[in-house]
């Protein structure tokens, strides 16, 4: 259903000369994503089928990429490829420890041991969490356990 509306609007969209009244209706699909995303309902398929395609157009708008980084990361879909995507050009734009982590994960999926340890290990310089710096040093000794099993 969420699907459907949003579908709607972005037709609505498309078809609106008006500037103005073009603006209200990308805010009424944003405020509907933004309900979707916060309604227990939107799982990662869904959510890749949204920002998807949107990661590759807006891949220099730093904002843009973190805003997806963190939906996907709260939704647990840190295995997407919107995730993977955003987090490198997020990191191309600005390294991060969260960028770093994303594109490790991304190397680790395509086979690259050594790429994602080289993230990980980056992604623990950048970080100042105590915390997250041991999550992310146990996800590269995970990496790296795997490296070594294969």
Known sequence: ??????????VSIAAETNEAKKKGLLGIKDNLVALF???????????????????EANQTDLAYLKKVIDIMKMMRCTESEAYLQASFYAYKIEPTAEAATGCAYQAFKKGDIDGAVKFFDEAIQLETDNVKKAEKAYAAAAVLEIGRAH
């Open 37 to 55: 995303v916060n309604s227990g309902t939107a799982d990662c398929e869904s959510l890749q089928g949204i920002y998807g395609p949107k990661v």
């Open 1 to 10: 259903m969420a699907i459907a509306i949003r579908a709607s609007v972005t």
